[in-house]
């Protein structure tokens, strides 16, 4: 073991995600029984470091949280030390400071020797400011939208596909029943991994993702062709971040005062409007929102979070620095952290899901299936 590390800090930074506490547990429970490490948590992310919001993690703390959504320790996803939000001019003017020196010196101050970082690519890029001053992270990767470059799945995203693919099979029925279009707007900002893999799990009939523009007239031809010479109703899911061929995506608010200011929102309602507007099809609109982000993992994400935590632990204490655990073709192996900031991995034109999904007749928007004889579900 290496004669520096006795104390570790965790902290969880961007949204909340099913998993987390599988993470933190197993980061505790390891550190403290193989190699009798103390741990620190950290509340509320990056804001609880620099504001020096530190406690001791011991096994009690930690037993039992497994099954329990979010994250015990709190969580943040507005706040980056290199950038931090330091309140207002007199001109109204949002003004920002570099707390990075005060994040270390709190780490130092309470002999913390590294630190382990849970979250995705914005959380990865606040890390790389404190490995850039000499500070050791490892990282963690989290996040539903399952984005984050170097890493093929990320724990919280299944659990969110489920929720998502829940959700569309109520909508089936109801669609089945009434004869309606049912539009189903979903998480993923810029990447469509949440919309394309709960849309093939429903057999939703058409599915929109950012990476591909879609035309709307492909779109309402499609579902009017299911209407009057198929089952008589649809299933639409889209990704908040998808957008027309000749348009742009919608943003529902934009925030100057946060790390990552743009918020998505709207295309479901956009979609399903253009839809009802130019065919005799009743189209209704349902947004999933944070419940897809709630609740308890599911045992995949669960054992996929406890294997990242013991593996991060590994990682340290075999002298890594600045490392992201990873999987890829399902072995564990690590990156360089700072190569999984500010970037994101958004679905390929020749994923394996996406080539299947368009062999059984889903409609990605950009060319029109084949709807020789009659469209079946």
């Not at 920002?96 to 709190?106: L, P, R, Y």
């Not at 093929?152 to 969110?160: E, K, P, Q, V, W």
């Amino acid at each position: 073991m290496p004669s520096s590390i006795r104390r570790i800090g965790v902290l969880t930074g961007g949204g909340d995600c099913p998993g987390i506490n599988a993470v933190i547990r197993a980061i505790t429970k390891t550190a403290i029984y193989k190699y009798g490490l103390s741990v620190f948590g950290i509340e509320d992310g990056f804001l609880g470091l620099i504001e020096d919001r530190i406690s001791e993690l011991t096994s009690i703390h930690v037993s039992g949280i497994m099954s329990t959504g979010g994250t015990i320790l709190g969580t943040n996803n507005r706040c980056n030390p290199s950038r931090h939000y330091h309140g207002r001019d007199e001109q109204g003017e949002p003004v920002f400071v570099d707390a990075t020196d005060q994040c270390i010196e709190n780490l130092k101050k309470r002999g913390i020797d590294a630190l382990m970082v849970i979250g995705g690519d914005g959380t990865m890029s606040c890390a790389a400011a404190l490995v850039a001053k000499g500070f050791n992270c490892i990282g963690v990767p989290k996040t539903i939208d399952n984005d984050l470059v170097g890493t093929d799945l990320t724990f919280g995203f299944i659990t969110a596909v489920a929720t998502a693919t829940d959700a569309l099979d109520r909508l089936h029925t109801t669609a089945m029943s009434h004869h309606r279009v049912m539009v189903c707007e979903v998480m993923g900002r810029n990447a469509g991994w949440i919309a394309l893999h709960s849309g093939v799990a429903s057999g939703s009939d058409v599915i929109l993702i950012p990476e591909i523009p879609f035309d709307l007239d492909v779109v309402r031809d499609f579902v009017e062709s299911r209407m009057h010479h198929g089952r008589g109703f649809s299933i639409v899911v889209v990704s908040e971040g998808a957008r027309p061929r000749d348009g742009e995506t919608i943003v529902k608010m934009h925030d100057p005062t946060s790390p990552d200011p743009i918020r998505y929102g709207g295309i479901g309602a956009y979609v399903a409007h253009e839809i009802g507007a130019h065919t005799d099809i009743e189209t209704r609109t349902t947004v999933l929102g944070h419940v897809q982000r709630g609740g308890q993992p599911r045992a995949t994400d669960r054992v996929l979070a406890t294997q990242f935590g013991y593996h991060a632990v590994e990682l340290l204490m075999s002298g890594a620095h600045s490392r992201m655990v990873v999987t890829q073709r399902g072995v564990l192996d690590d990156v360089d952290l700072t190569f999984a900031a500010n970037k994101q991995r958004l679905v390929p034109l020749d994923d394996g899901v996406l080539l299947a999904a368009r062999a059984v007749r889903t409609c990605f928007g950009d060319v029109a299936p084949e709807t020789v004889g009659r469209i079946e579900q």
